[in-house]
């Protein structure tokens, strides 16, 4: 029984260490976040930070974003294509041209939208490859 | 003869311990002028920050600063080295001779203008922390000859400049005192440590 007690333990500690993972979610999530997640790193959190807070009026946050509630298929379109002029985030008014990344897949943009979705106050689930494919060939002109 | 070893050794041990710090060291060449040793120092510059002030060695008289290079559309490693001298600019708020000096290496894009509202957008005073431009080629010359850092344009490079990513600490002489890697939060740490230490020479 203690045995089984330390196992449950040791179980539990591994679980809690792995903040990349989020538990009750399909094979299939986990893949996209933990990719997601790489790609964010590499991507996204020199401006955006690996906390998502942003930075002051500079970067706008993805932690607590009314932009991003709403927005998804622009969220989508700007990751790819990038975005200039003013954007207003919870209130406030940004004004920094972000770049795009025009060499990212459809995947991959699946994947950090999945991460960053789901990641910090969010709780959307999976978004799938289908659903950014059929966005981006919607995606308006500039954004 | 053991006891005297372990003697000195205990001795060696407690005067380790109560050594005084060694001081920073000091960059670049020295040559001795009639007796006195005479150490590399920052050229001398102008340059107009955020708030179309004249910037030159004078506006440091007196004080200790840390200086990097940047440019604000830059996606690279600029963002990392904001968030870190911002975290300088935080831990020395209470510090009355410790200044900051961010130069832009794009300073053609990077206006005095678009300086000022980066500078308020990042949320912070001009009275502690300069955003300057100038004549470019000053700015890339000083980079190279009086910080020793790497600062130049070349089109190969995704943001079109290639620039390192350097903090450099410079004392009340205008000499230069430390480098810093402004990527890495535990190089930004030992600046920390070092302004102190730094500060400390002139008490």
């Known amino acids: 029984m203690s045995k089984l007690s330390v196992l449950a333990v040791f179980v539990i500690v591994l679980a809690s260490c792995n903040p990349s993972k989020k538990p009750g979610r399909s094979v299939k999530f986990q893949q996209y976040f933990v990719e997601g997640d790489q790609l964010y790193t590499v991507h996204c959190s020199n401006c955006h930070q690996k906390s998502g807070k942003g930075l002051g009026l500079l970067y706008p946050p993805l932690d607590e974003s009314d932009y991003m509630e709403g927005n998804l298929s622009e ?3 700007l990751i790819k294509n990038g975005k200039r002029g003013e954007l207003m985030v919870n209130g406030q008014q940004y ?3 972000m770049p795009g990344i025009p060499t990212l897949t459809d995947l991959e943009i699946a994947e950090i939208a999945t991460f960053i979705y ?9 978004i799938e490859v289908q659903q950014v494919t059929k966005m981006l060939q919607k995606c308006k002109e500039g954004t | 003869m053991r006891k005297i070893i372990v003697f000195v050794a205990v001795v060696g041990l407690i005067s380790s311990c109560t050594k005084t710090e060694k001081p920073l060291p000091i960059f670049g060449q020295r040559e001795v002028v009639n007796g006195d040793t005479v150490y590399h120092k920052i050229a001398n510059f102008q340059f107009v920050d955020q708030d179309s002030a004249i910037i030159t060695n004078d ?34 708020a209470d510090i009355p001779d410790v200044k900051l000096l961010s130069h832009s290496i794009d300073p053609e894009y990077d ?6 509202d980066f500078a308020n957008r990042l949320g912070v005073s001009s009275d502690r922390w300069h ?15 009086s910080y020793f850092a790497t600062a130049m344009e070349d089109k190969s490079e995704p943001d079109g400049f290639i620039h390192s990513g350097a903090f450099l600490l410079v004392d009340k002489e ?25 500060r400390k020479e002139y008490e």
């Open chain 2, 111 to 116: 206006t005095v203008a678009l300086l000022h």
């Open chain 1, 75 to 77: 969220v989508i379109c």
């Open chain 1, 118 to 126: 789901n990641s910090w106050s969010h709780d959307e689930g999976i």
């Open chain 2, 59 to 92: 506006t440091f008289k007196g004080q200790i600063y840390v200086s990097d290079f940047f440019f604000t559309s830059c996606r690279t490693i600029c963002p990392i080295m904001k968030t870190q001298m911002l975290r300088v600019y935080e831990a020395t």
């Open chain 2, 131 to 145: 955003f300057v431009t100038g004549v470019k080629d000053s700015i890339y010359k000083i980079a190279q000859t």
């Open chain 2, 174 to 198: 205008q000499r230069l005192r430390g480098k810093y890697d402004g990527t890495k939060e535990e190089d930004v740490n030992r600046l920390l440590v070092d302004i102190k230490r730094l």
């Open chain 1, 95 to 97: 004004n920094q041209a």
